[in-house]
């Protein structure tokens, strides 16, 4: 890799409760709370996320998201809902299904068949 270039090592969230929502990524990934700093949060995940409070997290839609998958979609969208996440719509393209939920937040992601 040149000095140009980077990598992402942290996606981070405005939010009203860090641990609350840190808690529920920390489970939905498999993954620890990496530090707890009251107002931020960290999960040990690849990239790393973290979790900030503010007072007015930015209202309506994403301008980004991230995408999830696994080999059962269907299940690990079951799974995210019994951790608090709710369903919005299912979509299909050619070779590709992909469901948008949001987590307890409100922040939206999808979850995808992804490298299945």
Wanted: hydrophobic share 40%.
């Amino acid at each position: 890799m040149s000095d140009a270039n980077f990598i992402i090592r942290q996606i981070t969230f405005d939010c009203h409760d860090p641990s609350r929502l840190a808690e529920f990524w920390a489970v939905a990934t498999g993954c620890e709370i990496a530090a707890d700093y009251g107002d931020f949060v960290m999960v040990d995940s690849t990239p790393a996320l973290g979790f900030q409070r503010v007072e007015d997290p930015t209202p309506g839609k994403n301008r980004m998201h991230i995408d999830v998958g696994g080999a059962e979609r269907e299940s690990l969208v079951e799974r995210l809902k019994d951790l608090g996440a709710t369903e919005l719509t299912t979509h299909e393209a050619p070779g590709l299904v992909w469901t948008v939920m949001q987590d307890p937040e409100g922040n939206e992601f999808c979850v995808g068949n992804l490298g299945a």
